[in-house]
């Protein structure tokens, strides 16, 4: 029977992987995804102390370069929905991390800036991050990881035009 599962004995060797079925083998994407699950768990397993600040890193090393952007450029800049970046943001400004103010001539619009607390919290997140990008590349040739980076950006881009 084709795609039958082995019965799982006390021999089995838990260290094998498990086998995928051949679309998943040869897919680019489900590489890409399962980077992404492994990268982030590594990187959140050197921040406990920074709660849920971490996993938002990306988001504000974006303010942090572009002070005072409204909310829905931010969204586009991380690919969420405004209405799924307004909580991270709430809880961001709760936190003391970032502060958001009303844009001049548009009461219904905010514009976000990172706190003293903030820029201290990017700095040693990005400290984090970095070490953590040194191992992820161990072995990587700078040709490597110049050509890998190109590669990635022309994905991303791919994805934008989706």
Known sequence: MQG????????????LPLALQPALA?????????????AYKSFEATTPDHGGAARYLGLLSIICQNPGQPQHRL?????????????????????GVLERRAVDGDRRANAVWVTPLGEEIVAD???????????????FTEAEIAQLRAMLDRVISNFRRL
């Open 4 to 15: 039958a599962a082995a019965p799982v004995t006390e021999d089995t060797d838990a260290d």
């Open 26 to 38: 040869d897919s680019i994407n489900f590489r890409l995804r399962m980077a992404q699950i492994l």
């Open 75 to 95: 969204a586009e800049a991380v690919g969420l929905q405004r209405s799924s970046l307004v909580p991270i943001l709430d809880r961001m400004e709760r936190n």
């Open 125 to 139: 997140l990005s400290a984090r991050a970095n070490a953590v990008e040194q191992q992820t590349l161990d072995g």
